[in-house]
Structures are given as C-alpha cells and as structure tokens.
C-alpha cells in the first residue's frame, strides 16, 4: 500500500483538493470529530485507489 503521505505529497492536484475538502468540512461539522473524519473517508479512499494503479503501472515499491 502507498503511503496517504507520500500520495498528497507527491500529487499536488490530490493535496489541494484535499485541503479544499478539509476546509469545506469544518463548518458543517464543527467538533464533530468522527463525522468529519467519516467525511473524508471516500475523497482517502479514491486517492489510495489512484495510488494503488499507479504503483501497479509504474513498478513503485515500498523501501524495505
């Protein structure tokens, strides 16, 4: 599995948008916590899948 980490890093278009999200979820859930966290969810998701078919097509593997 890639790292979320290196994904945000290395994708700037991912990392906007995942600062976008984040800051368009803090009104509405407030300290909400779990909801808010929850509503991250499927935007992680979507990014692991892109960085799973990109490491299965680029050859990446994790540094042992």
Excluded: M, N
């Excluded at 948008?17 to 916590?33: F, H, I």
């Amino acid at each position: 599995t890639v790292p979320f980490r290196l994904i945000s890093g290395a994708a700037e278009d991912r990392a906007a948008a995942y600062g976008a999200l984040k800051r368009s979820l803090v009104e509405p859930y407030g300290t909400e916590r779990v909801a808010y966290t929850e509503a991250k969810g499927p935007f992680i998701e979507e990014t692991l899948a892109l960085a799973e078919r990109w490491a299965d097509t680029s050859g990446w593997q994790p540094q042992t």
